[in-house]
């Protein structure tokens, strides 16, 4: 149970340590004379660009949104942890996902929603856990498509960790 805390506590600290509008699409534009421009929106979620991809080993019985892009992968023994950003909203995808997780043999833990602006969900299976944390994009331009930030704890359980 306290690891559980400390997941949900790390998966809702991490998002608000970076700069706000720089990993998620948003630029900021000077002219020549040093005055700001207006920020042109984002593309879409499917249309960004990301260096990062999943790890190999990433299981395939762990849902994630239709379309994404990865923003941060945090790599530990026994233990991932992936921020997303993905198109849609929040309501909507945790469903999804619960439906996802369900439906592949995993137990779910915990559901948490607060409004339709987050949502925290929490599964295990055969010693594994996964923790979703979902959070309404909120950022610094106002674009389109604000989309949804998905962090995602995945964990190994006592069989990796003893490795």
């Not at 509008?21 to 000077?30: E, K, Q, V």
């Not at 990433?58 to 950003?85: C, K, N, W």
């Not at 923790?131 to 949804?148: H, I």
Request: aromatic share 4%; proline share 7%.
């Amino acid at each position: 149970m306290v690891r559980l805390c400390l997941a949900l506590l790390l998966v809702v600290v991490l998002p608000g340590c970076r700069p706000p509008g720089d990993a998620l699409g948003t630029t900021i534009r000077f002219d020549a004379r040093g005055d700001r421009v207006a920020a042109t929106p984002a593309p879409p979620v499917a249309q960004r660009t990301t260096s990062l991809a999943l790890p190999a080993d990433f299981p395939s019985d762990v849902h994630l949104p239709a379309r994404y892009a990865i923003d941060t992968l945090t790599e530990m023994p026994g233990t991932q942890i992936i921020s997303l950003l993905a198109e849609g909203e929040v309501v909507a995808l945790s469903q999804d996902t619960r439906r996802a997780m369900e439906h592949d043999g995993w137990q779910r833990r915990l559901a948490t929603h607060h409004g339709g602006d987050s949502a925290v969900l929490a599964f295990e299976k055969d010693g594994r856990s996964a923790l979703f944390a979902f959070d309404r994009n909120q950022p610094a331009q106002p674009s389109e498509d604000a989309g949804v930030i998905v962090n995602l704890q995945l964990q190994d359980g006592a069989a990796r960790l003893q490795r």
